[in-house]
């Protein structure tokens, strides 16, 4: 079965989760911007979701996990949630 590891970043808009997104790009650090914006708990550890399988999370979420490059800022990704970015930090 494959594994992986990833972090998030949880926010009510879709514009508050793209000006994330740029921010990380332009070089603010994903755990850092995690805890201060993160409405998900994970948040205080700076996204960090830990290691889970396929069908552990929602479907939107094992989606971008188990398919996008490692190490990449993928979102924003809607669920019934809100809004996510994600980065895959490993997978097995």
Same mark, same amino acid.
């Not at 994330?20 to 201060?36: C, R, S, V």
């Not at 989606?63 to 809100?82: L, M, N």
């Given at each position: 079965?494959?594994?992986?590891?990833?972090?998030?970043?949880?926010?009510?808009? *879709?514009?508050?989760?793209?000006?994330? @997104? /740029?921010?990380? *790009?332009?070089?603010?650090? =994903?755990? +850092?911007? /995690? @805890?201060?914006?993160?409405?998900?708990?994970?948040?205080?550890?700076?996204?960090?979701?830990?290691? =889970?399988?396929?069908?552990?999370?929602?479907?939107?979420?094992? *989606?971008?996990? =188990?398919?996008? +490059?490692?190490?990449?800022?993928?979102?924003?990704? @809607?669920?019934? =949630?809100?809004?996510?970015?994600?980065?895959?930090?490993?997978?097995?």
């Amino acid at each position: 079965m494959t594994v992986a590891t990833a972090r998030h970043i949880l926010v009510d808009s *879709e514009e508050q989760c793209a000006e994330l @997104k /740029a921010q990380i *790009e332009a070089g603010t650090d =994903f755990a +850092d911007a /995690a @805890k201060e914006h993160s409405s998900c708990p994970s948040g205080r550890s700076g996204g960090d979701l830990g290691e =889970f399988g396929p069908g552990m999370m929602v479907p939107e979420f094992d *989606e971008v996990v =188990f398919s996008a +490059d490692i190490g990449t800022v993928q979102g924003p990704v @809607k669920t019934q =949630f809100g809004y996510h970015l994600l980065e895959v930090t490993s997978r097995s």
